[in-house]
């Protein structure tokens, strides 16, 4: 059972980063980014692109690609999904759901449909051993960077005039206008950000298992169910929400291997069901 | 040269009209008083002036410069301040981050937060709480120290007393002395008369979005105010 749990845990881990961009950006914007799963996919694809042309280290390819995932999250939302933000929000949704058919269809162009992945540096066979029980190195790896974009996420919404700003455009947007702040460049500095999130999600995913095109749907729905286990716009709720949703399937694997994902699916349904608002439903800081 | 001047403002909610034809002017130094009816057209007007209601360029001037239909940001950093209806904090913001928010437009000035707490000492106390979790007055307070942080040449208020006891009120309105002593230009819309005419030296009377009557606080007489005020 104990293996059960870290297991779960360290699944959780992988989740939690594919739900923090879409926590963001739901969090300042109350946008719903329906390609969330294939801007990851995107982000793990551009990594296994790099990895081709240069050799370097995952981590090094990671730090290399932060500042181009920021500029393309910043330029997409300065952009293209500032003007679809207001009182109505099917705009948002039907603009990232064509994002979303664009990316799979010009990953499959230029990339096939063939899975793929990054290579590790070994890391992904290295393991720790903890008591009785070995531990993967990667999915600790991984459970840590959740944990610490976490917690960096909440300093920075907490602490930094940043994190300020975007609590105030989130809260009223015009007043915040009226305080002199551009309310669309901070939220592209929001989507800027989040899409940082998305590129290290899509590294250290394509690090433990392949990718393909198609994958992003189903990418979405665990981020989608993190976030509504944990409640909408909450940083540590994500990481709880995505936690519960690890563990989950983490017993229904054990249970039967064709399990896992039913009961994650179901802990969601539940959760509607019991309470629509999430675990811990607090947007702001 | 007048501070602020409006010429035949009009401003729309889609396709209703609010304000018919507005001609205001304001002097450096001034604190001049609004008053109306709900509905005269009050906060349209005050909202014209910050940028949140679209106006013609040349239907408003500041300074000599035509202001109207700029982004707010733009406007309260040439320095127009608008404490508005309501207070709208910002709920997830503590009471200090609430004031430091006004501090966005970085226009240099006399205001900061050590001022603030010198003329709100209950604030200072309270800087770490949420600033919804206040009380009404406290919560006015910080609405104008909000306004205040960005260091404007122009203060405007909306509706200081709405909602609160009369007790709170004249606390709030015995901070506007000093604020008018630092060199302060005051714009306040009120609904209490008699309120307007002790803390203003001019009044205009809004009346379904015209003017329906301007002069001097001291020599408007209450019968003239009632008429233009109900409008008969």
């Known amino acids: ?285 | 040269m007048p501070l602020i001047e409006t010429s035949g403002l009009q401003a729309f909610y889609g396709d209703a009209q609010a304000l018919f034809g507005i001609d205001f002017g304001l002097d450096a130094g001034e604190v001049v008083a609004i008053i109306g009816a709900n509905g005269a057209g009050k906060s349209t007007f005050l909202k014209s002036l910050t940028g949140l209601v679209k106006a013609p360029r040349d239907a408003i001037r500041f300074d000599g410069a035509p202001i109207g239909g700029l982004p707010p940001g733009d406007i309260v950093r040439r320095g127009i301040a608008l404490v508005p209806e309501g207070r709208r904090l910002f709920p997830s913001l503590t009471v200090q981050e609430n004031l430091l928010m006004g501090a966005n437009a970085k226009r240099p000035g006399p205001w900061n937060l050590q001022r603030l707490y010198a003329m709100f000492p209950i604030l200072e106390q309270k800087r770490r709480e949420p600033a919804t979790a206040l009380s009404g007055g406290q919560q006015q307070m910080v609405a104008i120290g909000r306004a205040l942080m960005s260091n404007p040449a122009v203060l405007l208020c909306d509706e200081l007393s709405l909602g609160l006891a009369p007790i709170v009120i004249r606390e709030i309105y015995a901070a506007l002395p000093k604020i008018v002593a630092e060199g302060m230009t005051v714009v306040i819309v009120e609904q209490d008369v008699a309120t307007a005419q002790q803390v203003s030296q001019r009044i205009y009377c809004f009346q379904e979005g015209r003017v329906s009557l301007h002069g001097k606080s001291n020599d408007l007489t209450r019968e003239q105010i009632s008429a233009a005020y109900f409008g008969f």
């Not at chain 1, 104990?2 to 992988?14: C, P, R």
């Not at chain 1, 950006?25 to 390609?35: D, K, S, Y």
């Not at chain 1, 990895?51 to 981590?59: K, R, T």
Request: hydrophobic content about 55%; proline content about 4%; glycine content about 12%.
């Open chain 1, 1 to 285: 059972m104990t293996e059960t749990l870290i297991q779960g845990l360290l699944l959780g881990g992988l989740y939690c980063l594919f739900a923090l961009g879409q926590s963001l950006m739901f969090g300042v914007m109350r946008l719903t980014n329906t390609a969330q799963g294939d801007f990851i996919v995107l982000g793990a694809f551009g990594a296994i692109a790099l990895a081709s042309l240069v050799e370097l280290h995952p981590a090094l390819i990671a730090l290399v690609l932060l500042p181009v995932a920021f500029g393309a999250g910043y330029l997409l939302q300065r952009h293209v999904l500032n003007t679809t933000l207001g009182r109505d929000p099917l705009p948002s949704l039907v603009v990232t759901f064509g994002l979303a058919i664009v990316i799979q269809n010009a990953l499959l162009e230029v990339f096939s449909a063939d899975p793929r992945s990054l290579d590790s540096a070994g890391i992904n066979t290295r393991s720790v051993v903890v008591g009785d029980l070995a531990v993967g190195l990667l999915p600790l790896i991984v459970f840590g960077v959740a944990l610490a974009a976490t917690a960096a996420l909440q300093l920075l919404f907490n602490r930094t005039a940043l994190g300020r700003s975007f609590r105030a455009v989130s809260d009223d947007r015009e007043i915040a206008e009226l305080m002199g702040l551009d309310a669309k460049r901070v939220y592209a500095f929001a989507t800027g950000i989040a899409f940082m999130l998305i590129l290290v999600a899509g590294v250290l995913q394509a690090m433990r298992t392949t990718v393909s095109p198609s994958d992003g749907p189903l990418l979405l729905l665990f981020a989608f169910e993190a976030v509504i286990i944990g409640g909408m716009g909450s940083f540590w709720g994500s990481f709880a929400g995505a936690m519960v949703l690890g563990v989950t399937q983490q017993i229904g694997f054990r249970l039967d291997p064709g399990w896992g994902i039913w009961f994650g699916h179901l802990v969601f349904l539940a959760v509607l069901v019991v309470r629509p608002q999430g675990l811990f439903p607090r947007t702001r800081g």
